[in-house]
């Protein structure tokens, strides 16, 4: 039977089917949003393809239509994309690197796939890729998701653009809300420790108390200042008492997986923080991967 | 949103991406900087959620609005598949404008 033999595949493709229906979902209300509320079409289909990360494409734009400065939205965007730089880590080895084709000739097509490979680091390429074990499987996990969903994407933010031309009032169909919508469900996974949530609480509070006098865009950078609430200086590594020596601490999570006590850690590196957080190694691993695509996606 | 913004963040962007394959046997990002970040985006994305549910301009954006993102947030507390959540912060703020509510 065909069908069965080639299940791992088909489920691969299926799963990806179903996170790039998600995403398109976000993509067309980005896209209709954008133009809705008075910006050139280039702006959300060149976003799209050139910068080609949903989350901070909604940021960028939500500050610029409040009114914003275009820094401030370039600052929020680019805030929320540093997480990009761990998933590169996690996944170097598919993304063109030294197990491919070696030699001169090998040497430039190399770089054009790890060019064009990082372009496709997404949350979701990253998880899917995470979640292989073989690094064949890796590969094909992390190119199928990536490819399909850059496509995707775009084809869905066009869909939008072309959607909310069309609309007279976008108002009436409560397109304005699904900016806030997204990026609260992304944010919401990442609220499982009380330091997480006290700092976000605060910078919220900030952000809206500070909206009326400042100019728009500033207040949400305001709210980086709810980063101080949760600001410990580091304690010696001898208190924590578990026996690891120096730098390397061998697991700081509890064993049922439960979090710790509330409030008391600091930066301590561990914990349930952010879904997409990389463990105690500082490395995305296969465990990290479920929480990639439980939402916090984009 | 100036072309130059755009390329600016897609720059920026592109760089994070780029450095980690480059960067893999070279360095590791200390933990307490990778908590930084996410907690950093964390707070970008709860603060921006909230001011753009709760304020038009410089005031207050109506109650449709926040009703429907409210319940979006309470079906992602509830994973709820992501188009559902979206779906469902459109729906409820058509249907309050429907009805009437600003």
Excluded at chain 1, 16 to 31: E, K, N, Q, R, T
Excluded at chain 1, 235 to 258: I, K, Y
Excluded at chain 2, 21 to 37: V, W, Y
Aim: with cysteine; charged share 15%.
């Amino acid at each position: 039977m065909r069908i069965i033999r080639r299940t791992d595949g088909s489920a691969l493709l299926r799963d990806v089917a179903l996170v790039c229906l998600a995403d398109g979902i976000v993509g067309v209300s980005f896209g209709a949003t954008a133009v809705a509320g008075g910006l050139p079409w280039w702006v959300p289909v060149a976003m799209s393809l050139l910068v080609f990360a949903g989350g901070s494409q909604i940021a960028a734009v939500g500050v610029v239509l409040a009114g914003g400065s275009p820094l401030a939205a370039v600052v929020a965007g680019g805030v929320l994309n540093t997480r990009l730089f761990p998933y590169g880590l996690a996944v170097a080895d598919v993304v063109g690197s030294s197990s491919q084709a070696s030699g001169s000739t090998g040497s430039g097509r190399r770089w054009l796939t790890r060019l064009f490979g990082s372009h496709v680091i997404t949350d979701e390429s990253v998880a899917f890729a995470l979640r292989q074990t073989s690094p064949a499987d890796r590969r094909q996990a992390f190119w199928t998701c990536g490819v399909t969903l850059f496509v995707a994407w775009n084809v869905a933010v066009a869909v939008g653009v072309v959607a909310g031309s069309m609309m007279k009032n976008t108002n009436a169909f409560g397109l304005d809300a699904t900016f806030p919508a997204v990026m609260l469900a992304l944010a919401i996974p990442t609220l499982r420790e009380w330091r997480t949530r006290t700092a976000a609480g605060t910078g919220a509070a900030i952000a809206v108390a500070l909206t009326p006098v400042l100019p728009a865009g500033l207040p949400v950078l305001a709210a980086l200042g709810g980063l101080a609430t949760i600001w410990r200086p580091r304690r010696p590594a001898t208190v924590r008492g578990s026996g690891t020596s120096g730098s390397h601490r061998t697991d700081s999570r509890e064993p049922d997986g439960t979090s710790r006590e509330p409030g008391g850690s600091g930066w301590e590196p561990g914990g349930d923080g952010a879904g997409w957080e990389p463990g105690e190694s500082g490395r995305l691993d296969a465990g990290d991967a479920d929480g990639l695509l439980m939402g916090e996606g984009l | 949103m100036p072309p130059a913004a755009i390329l600016a963040l897609a720059g920026v962007t592109y760089g994070f991406r780029l450095a980690g394959p480059l960067c893999r046997d070279r360095i590791s990002i200390p933990p307490a900087a990778t908590r930084l970040f996410a907690d950093a985006a964390t707070v970008l994305l709860i603060s921006l959620a909230a001011t753009s549910a709760l304020t038009a301009g410089h005031g207050f954006a109506g109650w449709a609005r926040p009703a429907g993102v409210l319940v979006a947030g309470v079906l992602a507390a509830r994973r709820a598949p992501f188009p559902v959540v979206v779906i469902a912060a459109a729906a409820v703020t058509a249907l309050l404008r429907l009805a009437g509510v600003p």
